[in-house]
C-alpha cells in the first residue's frame, strides 16, 4: 500500500520512468526480433538451396620428383583435379546416417557439361540426384514453377533462366553433352526458380544413374550431400563424419565463412545495443527512487517513528522497482509486438511479399520481461537501502 501510495504521489516521475521502462523493453524484443528475422531469412536464402555438409573425395596431391643426382626437383607443378568418385560411397551412407545430428544423406554424381538446343550452347553444371534423397536436403518442390520435380529415365529438371536463354518449355527436348564427350537428348519435366540467376542459368538436375553414364563415372558419385538438424553443429558434425569415414567433409560454415561472421557481428551488436539498453533503463529507475528517496524523507521518518522496520523500509522501495520493472515490462511487450507487426507490413518486396518476418517467440518476451523485472528490482536497491538506512529523527527534522 505505501508503495503503491508513493508511485501514485509522484505520478509525473512515475509516467516517465514507465515510459522509459516500456521503450526500452519494446526495443529490446524488437530489436532481437528483427536480427533473428533477417538471419533465418539469409540462412534460408543462403543455405536453402545447398547441403549443410558436403563429403567430397580427396583431393589429389602431386608427389614430389627426384632428380638424378637425388635432390628433389626444384619445380613441382599442383596437379590438376579430375572427376573422381567417392571410394566405397555405398559403405559410408549408413555410417553417415548414424552420426547423431545427421537427419538426410544424399549422393549427387556432378559434373560440368554443355546444354545444347539447336544452335545455342550454354555451359551447365549437371546434378545427378535421387529424387527421393535430394528432396529431403533441399526442397525443390518450393521452387519448382512449371512440372514437378521427379527424375527418372531421361527426364531434367532445369532454371528458369536457362529455359529463357534456349527457348525451352515443358515437354521440350535437350541435347546434354558431357566433358568426357557423351551425350544424352532428355526431356524437360520440371522449371525451377531458386531466386539467383546463376544458379537458375547452370543448374541442370537429371537422374544419379543418367549422369554416371554421361560423366563416366561408372556407378560412382561425386560428392554426398549431408543435411544436419541444428545449422551451426554442421562443423562439429563434419569432423565427426571424418573421423568415422576418412573422406574429406566440408560444412556449410568452412564454405560460407564471411556468412557465417556476418551473422555473428550481427548477434555480438544486437547484444552491445540490448545491453545498453538494459543499462539506460537501470539508470532511469535508480535516478527516480533516489529522488523518491530525498522526497519523502519526513514521510519515511514518520514510518520509522510508528515502528516500522529497516526492513520495511527496504522492502516498500525494492516493491515500488519491482512494479515499474513488470508494468514496463508488459506495455513494453506489446509495444515492441506491435512494432514488429507494423514492420512486416510497412517493409516490402518490389513484389508486393513480405521482405522478411521479425521472429517474436514466446521465450523472447518472457525472458526480455524477466530481465526488465530484475533490471527493476536490483535498480531500487541503492535508494532502498538509502531509505531503510535514514534516521526517523533526523529525516523529521529535515525532511
Do not use: C
Not at 548414424?98 to 557439361?113: N, R, W, Y
Not at 545444347?116 to 553444371?125: I, N, P, T
Not at 519448382?144 to 518449355?169: C, E, N, P, S, W
Amino acid at each position: 500500500m505505501v508503495a503503491l501510495r508513493f508511485l501514485r504521489e509522484g505520478r509525473m516521475q512515475t509516467a516517465l520512468i514507465l515510459a522509459g521502462i516500456s521503450a526500452g523493453v519494446a526495443v529490446s524484443i524488437f530489436l532481437a526480433a528483427l536480427i533473428a528475422g533477417l538471419q533465418s531469412s539469409i540462412i534460408v536464402r543462403t543455405l536453402g538451396t545447398q547441403a549443410h555438409v558436403v563429403m567430397r573425395p580427396p583431393e589429389e596431391r602431386t608427389r614430389t620428383v627426384l632428380e638424378p643426382s637425388g635432390a628433389a626437383a626444384r619445380t613441382v607443378q599442383t596437379r590438376a583435379q579430375r572427376l573422381r568418385s567417392i571410394d566405397q560411397w555405398q559403405a559410408m551412407i549408413p555410417l553417415i546416417e548414424a552420426v547423431p545430428g545427421v537427419v538426410a544423406v544424399s549422393p549427387m554424381a556432378s559434373g560440368p557439361a554443355f546444354a545444347v538446343r539447336g544452335d545455342a550452347s550454354k555451359s551447365v553444371a549437371l546434378l545427378g540426384v535421387d529424387t527421393a534423397r535430394f528432396l529431403r536436403i533441399v526442397r525443390m518442390a518450393d521452387y519448382m514453377v512449371q512440372g514437378r520435380f521427379a527424375l527418372q529415365g531421361t527426364d531434367a529438371v532445369i532454371g528458369l533462366d536457362l529455359a529463357k536463354d534456349l527457348g525451352l518449355a515443358l515437354g521440350d527436348k535437350l541435347r546434354i553433352r558431357s566433358a568426357e564427350d557423351r551425350d544424352e537428348v532428355v526431356t524437360v519435366t520440371g522449371i525451377f526458380d531458386v531466386g539467383a540467376r546463376d544458379l537458375n542459368r547452370r543448374w541442370v538436375f537429371i537422374a544419379i544413374k543418367l549422369a554416371q553414364n554421361l560423366l563416366d563415372l561408372a556407378g560412382g558419385v561425386s560428392n554426398i550431400d549431408i543435411r544436419v538438424d541444428r545449422l551451426f553443429e554442421a562443423e562439429a558434425i563434419a569432423r565427426r563424419i571424418e573421423g568415422r569415414t576418412g573422406a574429406l567433409a566440408e560444412s556449410w560454415m568452412q564454405t560460407n565463412a564471411q556468412l557465417l561472421a556476418a551473422l555473428s557481428n550481427q548477434t555480438l551488436t544486437n547484444r552491445l545495443i540490448r545491453g545498453f539498453v538494459v543499462l539506460i533503463v537501470a539508470l532511469g529507475i535508480a535516478s527516480v527512487l533516489v529522488v523518491s528517496v530525498v522526497q519523502k524523507s519526513r514521510e519515511i521518518g514518520i514510518l520509522r517513528a510508528m515502528g516500522a522496520s529497516r526492513r520495511a523500509i527496504l522492502g516498500v522501495f525494492l516493491l515500488q522497482g519491482a512494479i515499474l520493472g513488470a508494468l514496463g515490462a508488459g506495455l513494453g511487450a506489446l509495444g515492441g509486438l506491435a512494432l514488429a507487426r507494423a514492420f512486416a507490413r510497412v517493409f516490402r518486396n518490389p513484389d508486393g511479399t513480405v521482405l522478411f518476418r521479425p521472429e517474436v517467440t514466446v521465450e523472447l518476451v518472457a525472458g526480455t520481461a524477466a530481465v526488465a523485472l530484475a533490471v527493476g528490482v536490483l535498480a531500487a536497491a541503492i535508494p532502498a537501502r538509502r531509505a531503510a538506512s535514514l534516521d526517523p529523527v533526523e529525516a523529521i527534522r529535515h525532511g
